[in-house]
């Protein structure tokens, strides 16, 4: 599902430092995942992608019109 958000209101996802880089250099809150969590990139770094279900909740939710 594609909205127009602001990036200050988007998480950018991501397991490589670059991606991390980019999603922060682009405004957003970062989640890192794999190795990215490892290396402590992120703004929240998560074990698990159900992580970020519980961080943003209804995320799991697409709407369908």
């Keep these: 599902v594609y909205k127009r958000q602001a990036p200050e209101g988007c998480v950018g996802v991501d397991d490589a430092l670059s991606g991390v880089a980019a999603a ?13 969590f490892g290396a402590g990139a992120g703004d929240w770094n998560l074990k698990s992608l159900g992580e970020l279900l519980e961080r943003c909740p209804g995320a799991e939710r697409e709407d369908k019109a």
Excluded: E, K, P
């Design 24 to 36: 922060r250099a682009a405004g957003m809150t970062v989640a890192a995942v794999g190795f990215a």
